[in-house]
């Protein structure tokens, strides 16, 4: 992962993009239940219906408890924004959050799929289609999510998700 374009690493050994930034995510990982070495945080609009929906469908086929969630509107999703060089303002950009990565755009959503395992693995094949096009993809759903689902005037929990994955 270290080294590739939209791969923002945390840890100071690891490559850090072209513009040589190092950055830390807030210390979420140190707290229960996060402390499991393969926890994952899922950033998303919270206001988002579509996002919404997104996040109920990992939680549903997450047979691991792997995958945490915390919206982007939060004070966790604004640092996570900041520590990939993001303004804060970017929320349709989903980031998924290792102790080590962020990960943005389409990358976040293929790794997010391949982490579900079994068939999703599959969904891996698309790391083959220059990023470029698949985030080309993904910036076309993000401009028009509100029009596919609609927008929640509040953030409210996504059905489905057991309160104890969802970080504040």
């Known amino acids: ?16 993009p072209a513009d040589d930034r190092h950055c830390k995510l807030p210390p979420i ?39 945490f969630f915390a919206t982007v509107q939060s004070a966790i999703g604004r640092n996570a924004l900041a520590a990939a060089g993001l303004p804060d303002d970017q929320i ?3 980031l998924l959050m290792s102790r080590s990565a962020i990960l943005a755009r389409s990358d976040a959503a293929i ?4 982490g579900l395992g079994g068939m999703w693995k599959a969904v891996g094949l698309f790391r083959l289609v220059p990023r470029a096009i698949r985030d080309g993809a993904y910036d076309f759903v993000a401009r028009n999510r509100y029009r596919i689902a609609g927008r929640k005037t509040v953030c409210a929990l996504p059905r489905g998700i ?7």
């Open 1 to 16: 992962m270290g080294g590739r374009e939209g791969v923002i690493a945390l840890d100071d050994r690891l490559a850090t």
């Open 29 to 67: 990982f140190d707290r229960e239940p996060l402390r499991c070495r393969d926890a994952l945080v899922i950033a998303f609009d919270g206001e988002c219906s579509f996002c919404s929906g997104w996040v109920s469908f990992v939680a549903d086929r997450d047979q691991t408890g792997r995958f």
């Open 162 to 168: 057991d309160p104890s994955r969802f970080i504040h």
């Open 92 to 94: 349709s950009t989903v």
């Open 111 to 114: 790794a997010i799929l391949t």
